[in-house]
């Protein structure tokens, strides 16, 4: 989607201040009228006016407009739009009509002393030139929003002007919610931009069309000189798909507007910053909750990992689905500590326990779960960090494996009925060792599950926006310091979903299989994967910078184990439709029994990382994963 470039920008300066100086003439002209009306009127009630004293009225109606010039200049009446007029512009046409006399009076006194002017010709004339200041701007209200007394609506003092870009079908919706908001809406909105490229001249719940999105970039330079700041721009609905985004969050850079995008909570419509997450290329899902409540409600849940970006919010949705009991199991302090209070503070009543452990140590791992006595076991502990296992590949085979296995073990052991695991996109082809790891734990929850009576769901997908040691938050960081942003590579993609959403499709999977003894692998649907240039380019623009001008971005080379592209499916793989929109599960036909030799070879790697060859243990993964080639290494 193209936003015209050139000489368009030149135009609306012009057009703006042409039309100020119209509404300041008329404001000026309106002014000499009423009060030649006024002081003509008052003699005529008397004696007449006398011939001398016809140059007299002239000549006060001249100074009464020439006091209004000041005043509404001053007040800076010239700068509204009168399509867009609400109560803020009526209190500043008030004012302005007050300084009006205010400077009239002792112009004219200073001149004649008011001789020969009938002293309530002033009064006269003010209601006159109100009722001219009043009529006018309702009928331009009448014309573009057919709501004439829309000037006498209550508008927040502190809400800034803004343009809403929005699909036609949507608009009226989000406009209604953000006039019903409570308080007061959060945005004047001086007019709306039709995604879809609607033509002006139309209005919308009393907000007028400005135009397609062509026009986004003339009418922020016109509205910005009307109104002598830029205007903020607001999103809503579909147009917050990437493509779109991207265009909007270009013209908005250029011409130094802020880009906000309209949210929705109990209160009604909200502004909030625009978020990466806004980048990606599908429609927020509606999901059926009713069968995850139904499996969780009053169940007893076990989280392992559960500090991390997906293990807490997996809990949180956990919480929020109404199980009997919830287990927090992580190795970090700090982070456990940070959703335990977080879940304490949200649910007061829910049924807590928090442990300190290792999902490496199998003795502390199984007693904490025969304590617990959870039917519902959430495995979302992970070494994730792709280069750093690179460097550590015997610690991610202990936790994303070794951790794996006891965790399942622990859940056959101690008769629990379903085990959800967390997978990713770089266990298809894996080129690293977290990608190794994480394809060699499928392949061993799959195996260990045969004829058990545990119902295992593992659930593969990409990136978490925002996710720790992910690139949102470096890039973040790495703009806020000025930059620049480095990349690994020019080419490189990934795809993206949100914790939130990436959690919700977790606990769909876990709820769609239900069979004892069986595992099933799901795949979610991520979208198109999201080039890494063009996200780095959007979050600089979020922020209100020019990519390469006031942020600089360069690239450093891929690091260990990178790829440039992700895939969620190997080539013999099959997805089929789970009937859960964004959630497909691979076919059970892709599931091989389990090869002879199998444990022994797994108990093997597992020894040899636990006395840390690294060269064997990457040698040994290899043998487990066929697809994995690891680089020669030493020792």
């Known amino acids: 989607m193209g936003i015209p470039q050139g000489a368009i920008y030149v135009r609306p300066q012009f057009e703006a201040r042409r039309a100020m100086a119209l509404t300041l003439g008329f404001d000026v002209v309106a002014a000499f009228i009423s009060m030649a009306i006024a002081v003509f009127y008052r003699w005529s009630t008397t004696d007449g006016a006398p011939p001398e004293q016809v ?9 009464f407009a020439f006091a209004a010039l000041l005043a509404f200049f001053i007040m800076r009446v010239h700068r509204q739009v009168w399509r867009h007029a609400g109560w803020p512009d009526a209190m500043r046409i008030m004012q302005g ?56 609506r209550s508008i927040r003092a502190d ?52 135009g397609g999105l062509s026009e986004l970039p003339k009418m922020l330079d016109l ?28 013209t908005a850079t ?37 069968p995850v409540r139904a499996l969780l409600e009053g169940k007893r849940v076990f989280v392992t990992g559960a500090g991390g970006t997906i293990g807490s919010q997996l809990a949180r949705q956990c919480a929020a689905m109404g199980v009997a009991h919830l287990t927090l199991y992580d190795s970090s302090e700090f982070n456990l500590y940070e959703i335990d209070l977080t879940l304490r503070e949200a649910f007061p009543n829910l049924d807590l326990l928090t442990h300190i452990g290792d999902v490496r140590d199998r003795t502390r791992l199984r007693q904490t779960v025969e304590d617990a006595k959870p039917e519902v076991m959430i495995h979302a502990a992970a070494l994730k960090h792709v280069p750093l296992m690179e460097l550590n590949a015997c610690e991610a085979i202990l936790t ?16 629990l009925e379903r085990f959800v695991f967390i997978s990713t996109d770089k266990a298809v082809d894996p080129d690293n060792v977290m990608g190794a790891t994480k394809r060699l734990a499928e392949l061993s929850l799959a195996y260990r599950a045969k004829g058990t009576q545990l119902a295992v769901s593992m659930v593969r997908f990409g990136n978490v926006l925002g996710s720790s040691g992910s690139v949102v938050p470096l890039f973040e960081r790495q703009i806020a310091a000025g930059g620049p942003v480095t990349l690994t590579d020019d080419q490189v993609s990934r795809y993206f979903m949100t914790v939130e959403e990436a959690s919700s499709l977790v606990l769909q999977g876990t709820a769609h299989n239900g069979q004892p003894g069986e595992s099933s692998l799901y795949v979610l649907d991520m979208g198109d994967p999201i080039r890494i240039r063009t996200l780095a380019e959007a979050m600089i623009r979020m922020k209100g910078m020019v990519p390469y001008s006031d942020i600089k971005i360069k690239t450093t080379g891929l690091r260990l184990g990178e790829k440039l592209h992700e895939e969620l499916t190997y080539a013999d793989e099959r997805l089929i439709s789970t009937g859960i929109d964004g959630l497909n599960k691979v076919t059970p036909e892709s599931r091989k029994s389990e090869p002879e030799g199998f444990r022994a070879q797994l108990d093997h790697l597992l020894i040899v990382a636990g006395d840390r060859q690294q060269g064997k243990a990457l040698n040994a993964l290899a043998q487990l994963v066929p697809a994995y080639n690891p680089p020669a290494c030493k020792g």
């Not at 002006?200 to 400005?210: K, M």
Request: hydrophobic letters at 50%; charged letters at 20%.
């Open 159 to 210: 809400a800034p002007p803004a343009i809403l870009v929005a699909n036609a079908i949507e608009a009226a919706d989000v406009l209604r919610d953000l006039q019903s908001t409570k308080g007061g809406a959060p945005v004047r909105m001086l007019g709306l931009i039709e995604a879809d490229g609607a033509e002006p001249g139309r209005a919308i719940r009393g907000v007028p069309v400005l």
């Open 97 to 152: 009509v007050a300084l009006t006399a205010l400077i009239f009076l002792p112009l004219m006194f200073l001149w004649n002393r008011l001789i020969g002017i009938p002293r309530s010709s002033l009064p006269v004339a003010l209601g006159i030139w109100v009722t001219f200041l009043f009529l006018a701007r309702m009928i331009a209200l009448s014309r573009s929003t057919r709501r004439p007394f829309q000037i006498f």
């Open 223 to 250: 509205l910005a000189v009307r109104y002598g700041k830029k205007p903020w721009v607001a999103v809503a609905g579909a147009v917050r798909e990437r493509e779109t985004m991207n265009a909007i969050l270009e």
């Open 55 to 63: 140059s007299l009225g002239l000549i006060a109606s001249g100074a």
């Open 254 to 290: 250029q011409h130094g507007s802020r880009v906000m995008a309209l949210g929705s909570d109990r209160e009604g419509l909200h502004l909030q910053r625009v978020r990466p997450a806004d980048l990606l290329a599908r429609p927020v899902r509606r999901l059926d909750t009713d």
């Open 400 to 415: 994303n494996v070794g951790g794996a296995v006891n965790a399942v073990d622990a859940a056959i052991e101690f008769g």
